[in-house]
């Protein structure tokens, strides 16, 4: 008979009856909803955080030419701004950054 190191050995799950789950079920199911409240509510908490004017004159190098901050916007009321890493030694983009970025494709 062939013994496995206990390193190897699969932990053992619990085994219950039907009862027993459909109660951890339903009380997992009130932590989720729970979960899904307080992300509601920590996204309009973070939806009503007060604006700040920008003064500052920005300039921005695209593939258009030199634009402003508004130029940017291009007649749109949003604009997405993503923090791309780019280190100094990179002779790339960040991979995860990239495929993120290429994903935006006319957003």
């Not at 062939?2 to 039907?18: A, F, L």
């Not at 309009?44 to 920008?54: H, N, S």
């Not at 003064?55 to 190098?61: A, G, I, M, Q, V």
């Not at 280190?87 to 494709?105: K, L, V």
Request: aromatic share 10%; proline share 4%.
């Amino acid at each position: 008979m062939k013994t496995e190191d206990k390193e190897t050995e699969k932990p053992r799950h619990n085994v219950g009856s039907r009862e027993e789950w459909l109660a951890a079920r339903l009380a997992l199911l009130d932590a989720e909803k729970e979960l899904t409240r307080r992300s509601d509510e920590l996204a309009r908490r973070r939806q009503e955080l007060p604006w700040v004017r920008i003064d500052k004159e920005y300039r921005f190098d695209t593939d258009d030419g030199d634009a402003s901050l508004a130029d940017l916007f291009q007649g749109r009321s949003q604009l997405l701004v993503y923090h791309f890493m780019f280190g100094p030694d990179y002779t790339a983009g960040c991979p995860s950054c990239s495929a993120i970025a290429d994903g935006f494709n006319g957003t």
